[in-house]
């Protein structure tokens, strides 16, 4: 009977999370007319289908911030709203996630996630010269359009009726492209020609429907039973871990409990280390507390879910610990440090950090050194 069960209950437990699981909205079949929209923008304006009117060829373009393939084809996507702006073809982009279904590790390849704020960071940074419009409240436009990934194109024409949709080329990386799907239908579409090819198989990073918060819940309760422990470091140690010899990037955050805005930034630090960690990366923190606060340290890590691996100052004489690491540190915490693998810092912060600033230092780093 126990073996019975072994086998049955995973089964059963598969088969009733199929049940629950709602199905994929169907993907926009050629030939159906333009689902209407009326969503904001990161530009501070509310864009509908008529707003593009004017348009001999309308381009639906469903990508986000945090996908890495999406990132991929930004300056493409740039490129041809620029090229056929002229021609009067449009191009407008959604973004179809709901954010709160987005894990950590999922944006590890990113600097900014997908709400509506961040969409606005991206936007301004990366120079995008076409509206980019939020959809994750309700996901209702995407679920209408039902695209499958980031990112996933549709092309209507004059009648805003549907008539390619499909992947942008065929190779993430430029250099690898050799078919360019998109510029194809365009150029036949203009021609008052049928595309070659209507439609295509997609690339990238599945859609996060809201249905998916319950795994991200379950993500977030896997990490949080996590141990959490606290070591005691000496001068050695501290020599070792500025040497850095993991192989990986790693930050190392010097911090105390009787420091506020240490105490203030520890849940963004606790976040990257759970967002990069899944790379050649590693987090360390450093307590300055005397080793008789071992204990109400462990507690505060503890706390803040902070399973990274924790230090503590293993004898009140400071200033040969800190000299160990740094001698031009005078000790001032916070202090954070990205070292890479071959022992140069690459990040240097002494006071609070910016969250952001360190993402986009870590993706930067990462993505020179294995891109993905």
Partial sequence: MKRFLRVILPLVLVFTACLRADPLPPTL????PAPDFQLPATDGK?????????????????TCDHCPTAQYYEERIKDIARDYEGKGVR?????????KSVRLDEMAYTDVGDTFREMKIRAQ???????????????SVSKAYGPLVTPHAFVFDQE?????VGAIDNSERIEHATRHYLRDALDALLAGKEPAVAQTKVIGCSIKWATKESVTEEYMAKLAAEPVKLDPVDADGLKKLRQNDSGKFRLVNFWATWCAPCVAEFDELVAINR??????????????????????VLGFLQKKQASQRNLIFASADRDPLINAFN???????PYT????????????????????????ALVKALNERKPW
Avoid: C
């Fill in 160 to 164: 805003r009726k549907l008539r390619f």
């Fill in 327 to 333: 001698p031009d540190w005078q000790g001032v915490v």
């Fill in 125 to 139: 940074e990366r120079h995008f010269n076409f509206p980019y419009l939020y959809d994750g409240e309700t996901e």
């Fill in 46 to 62: 509310t864009y509908s289908l008529k707003d593009f009117s004017d348009a001999k060829v309308l381009v639906v373009i469903f």
């Fill in 275 to 296: 967002t990069f960690r899944v790379r050649d990366f590693e987090m360390v923190t450093v307590a300055l507390n005397r080793p008789d606060e071992q204990a109400s």
């Fill in 91 to 99: 191009v407008v982009a959604i973004m179809p996630n709901d954010p």
């Fill in 337 to 360: 440090v990205i070292i890479n693998p071959e022992g140069k810092v690459i990040y240097e912060e002494t006071g609070s950090i910016d969250p952001l600033a360190v993402k986009r």
């Fill in 29 to 32: 079949k050629l030939g159906s």
